[in-house]
């Protein structure tokens, strides 16, 4: 094809690329499609933004200093409140999706900033986003993916910040992150005190886990839970509409056809395999509502899921959870719901860096070499199918990357010992959880003592202290932003009388 020609397709074949072929799971488009609605939220048009865009030069391997490789890494910089050179510094640390200017405006470095006069900046971990080294998402590149390696980014980025900003060497630096940038945030103040002052690690899973089946049992409680318009009933009716739509899946042709309209499903659901995927799709709905419960940006909350389930006695529960794709489907502009396995799999093998939200190909890397984190319906009380098992998912790291079952399972111990899982033995790390939130069993949830302090929120959500305060928060919520404010004022003041302590 003729350059010209080939410029001229290119837009649209990237349209027919984002289209209905994309399978990526639901659960991540809700958490991309909150995470956009919150950093636009608030948005000041015409006024110039305060954040700025700069890039590091890091290394591919910093573990071998023969390799002379090297990379750009994205940061954003918000200079606005800074008063001084030994100001204290907040730095967001970026985690398996994009970062953008709202990265070093919001959350707790940007709301926090102006009454500290604190420095902000936010770093794009490798390999998502921008920060996507030469040669791209091959797996021959993917070896130079993994926490450590963000971690020794963090910590490169501090010296090289350091000296662009002329920022003190007695600066405090206070890292903070959600999810698995939270556990960066921890990590870094971890294994490199002598740079990270402090951190705060909201809904940090921090230990890694092969067979997440309790991520079930949370959802199963939160749905029950009447504090977030949750109910047994509507725990039930879960349930309920999952059995039907299962069995109705195993009865033949007619019956498939008939559920593949009735659920909007892309393709159809005669093979096992495309049933899985597709009841994986919606177990992801129902998980997304219990685990963004009552944020902004959000389609369907558990009052909301609970509110259509229940709505028509006549019509069973079946019918209430067609209402609620219909909802997401509508909200996330999305014509149908993706039904293919085949269709999964080709987009993790896919080796294309997509610019923009989370990087699914990169991050399934890191579950199948760090984490685990497969959430299975094993526990009695989880209310969906039992056909996702640990054993599908780990034949997915197999499929797409050529690694073990045995491999994935031997790496989940190592990270484990490498960073201590839910006993880290760091000092100042607070951890921020949401008993709502799934993931909050995998973090800590204790303070493990006096330096290392742990807030359970109830009724509270993932990593909703990060998200700006709503009138409607929860007072659980409202106290615990107010906790993490007066945390990190002990904190810097500590740094001000003892500088040099570790
Ligand atoms: C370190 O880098 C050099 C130069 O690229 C390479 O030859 C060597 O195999 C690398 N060592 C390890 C352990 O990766
Ligand atoms: C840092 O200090 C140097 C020398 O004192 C100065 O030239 C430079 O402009 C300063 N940079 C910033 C970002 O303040
Ligand atoms: C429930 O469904 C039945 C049958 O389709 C319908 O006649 C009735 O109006 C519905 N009720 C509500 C409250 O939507």
Redesign the pocket.
Known sequence: MAPAAALLMGPLLLASLWGVSTARSLLSRLGDHVQEVQARLGQRLGEPSPAKVGWLWQPLDPFNSSDQRSFLQRYWVNTRHWRSPDGPVFLHIGGESSLGPSSVLKGHPGTLAPHWGALVVSLEHRFYGRSVPPGGLDIAQLRFLSSRHALADVASACVHLSRIYNISASSPWIGFGGSYAGSLAAWARLKYPHLIWAAVASSAPVQAQLDFSSYNQVVSRSLADPAVGGSPQCQRAVAQAFSELDHGLSEGKETQAALQSEVRACGPLEIPEDQAELLEQLEGLVGGAVQYDQQVGVPLDVRGLCHLIL?????GPL?GLEDAIQLVLHTLDLPCLPSSKAGAVAELKDTSPQAVGVGSRQWFYQTCTEFGYYITCKDPSCPFSRRRTLSAQLQLCTQVFGLSPASVTEAVTRTNTYYGGQSPGATRVLFVNGDIDPWHVLSVRQALGPSESAMLLRGTSHCSDMAPPQPSDPLSLQRGRWKIAQQLMMWLQEAKVNPGSP
């Open positions: 709505a028509n006695q006549t019509k019918s």
